[in-house]
């Protein structure tokens, strides 16, 4: 068999071990905001850059239901495209923004976390729509099975209060 393709199941069996792993350990309250994270993600204004730290930093911590990621070098960006020149200015940017944590830790560790949406202090873009969002999320929510009148009626009634 050629290596790329014994390289792909390894890799699929591998993920396959990791998702097995992750569904026993299933916490609530990271999921709720979890998924917050992304939906704040597709509304802010982010540069490229940013959108792919984040995008690295989620996947090595929210993606694997945990709230840090720890990179030992900043360099470890570079698996990203982000080189080594770019990142410490864009990071900044990011903790200015109250969008990331980043603790740096004797021996070169570096621990990266997203913060709670709430606390963002970045732009939404302008092609944002609250209500079209909120009317797409119901439709796939309806999709996937799940019952979304209770949330529908419960917002309904707020907007009356």
Do not use: C
């Not at 540069?47 to 360099?75: C, D, E, F």
């Not at 997203?114 to 729509?129: R, V």
Request: proline share 3%; no cysteine; hydrophobic share 35%.
């Amino acid at each position: 068999m050629p290596w790329s393709k014994e390289s792909k199941q390894l890799t699929k069996a591998f993920y396959q071990s990791v998702i097995n792993h992750l569904a026993e350990n299933i916490n609530p309250e990271l999921m709720e905001l979890d998924m917050r994270i992304k939906d704040e993600f597709l509304k802010s204004n982010f540069t490229k850059r940013q959108r792919v730290i984040m995008t690295m930093i989620y996947t090595l911590s929210y993606g694997l239901r945990k709230n840090t990621a720890i990179m030992p070098k900043l360099q470890n960006f570079e698996l990203a495209g982000i080189s080594k020149k770019k990142i410490k200015n864009e990071l900044d940017q990011l903790v200015a923004k109250n969008v990331i944590t980043w603790e740096r830790e004797g021996r070169g560790m570096n621990y990266f976390q997203i913060n709670d949406p709430d606390l963002w202090e970045a732009d939404y873009h302008d092609g944002y729509n609250n209500r079209i969002s909120q009317e797409l999320l119901f439709l796939n929510l309806e999709h996937s099975g799940f019952d979304t009148k209770p949330v529908k009626n419960a917002i309904k009634e707020e907007e009356l209060v």
